[in-house]
C-alpha cells in the first residue's frame, strides 16, 4: 500500500514558476517509480514526467520538455515537479503517481496503481 500527497498547486501568470511536491508513505520510496500526471477539465488525462527510482533516469511529454523539471529526494520520500513558463494550457489538476512495477514505459498512465488526490494549477494570461 502506497499513500501519496501532493501540494503546491496554485495561480502563476503566464511566464512564472510553480513547484509541486509529492509525498509518500506506506512502501519504501526508492523502490517506486514515480510520475506526474496532469487532467484539464473535460479532456483525457494525460503524462507529465516520471522518474526512476534512484533519479537516474527521467521521462517527460513533449509539451513540457524544457521548461518542466521531476526530481526525488529519497531520503525524504518526496518527489518534485519543478514548473518553469508557465502557460495558460498548462492548466490542470495535477496527480503524483507510484508504480512497484519494472521500467518499461514509465509515461503509461495504465502502469501506474497508487494515486494522490491532486492539486490545482492555474496558469493565467
Known amino acids: 500500500q502506497v499513500q501519496l500527497v501532493e501540494s503546491g498547486g496554485g495561480l502563476v501568470q503566464t511566464g512564472g514558476s510553480l513547484r509541486l511536491s509529492c509525498a509518500a508513505s506506506?512502501?519504501?520510496?526508492?523502490?517506486?517509480?514515480m510520475g506526474w500526471f496532469r487532467q484539464a477539465p473535460g479532456k483525457e488525462r494525460e503524462s507529465v514526467a516520471a522518474?526512476?527510482?534512484?533519479?537516474?533516469?527521467?521521462n517527460y511529454a513533449d509539451s513540457v520538455k524544457g521548461r518542466f523539471t521531476i526530481s526525488r529526494d529519497n531520503s525524504k520520500n518526496t518527489v518534485y515537479l519543478q514548473m518553469n513558463s508557465l502557460k495558460p494550457e498548462d492548466t490542470a489538476v495535477y496527480y503524483c503517481?507510484?508504480?512497484?512495477?519494472?521500467?518499461?514505459?514509465?509515461?503509461?498512465?495504465?502502469?501506474?496503481?497508487?494515486w494522490g488526490q491532486g492539486t490545482q494549477v492555474t496558469g493565467s494570461s
Open positions: 503517481a507510484a508504480s512497484a512495477g519494472t521500467w518499461g514505459a514509465p509515461l503509461d498512465l495504465r502502469g501506474y496503481d497508487y
Open positions: 522518474i526512476s527510482r534512484s533519479g537516474g533516469v527521467t
Open positions: 506506506g512502501r519504501t520510496f526508492n523502490s517506486l517509480t
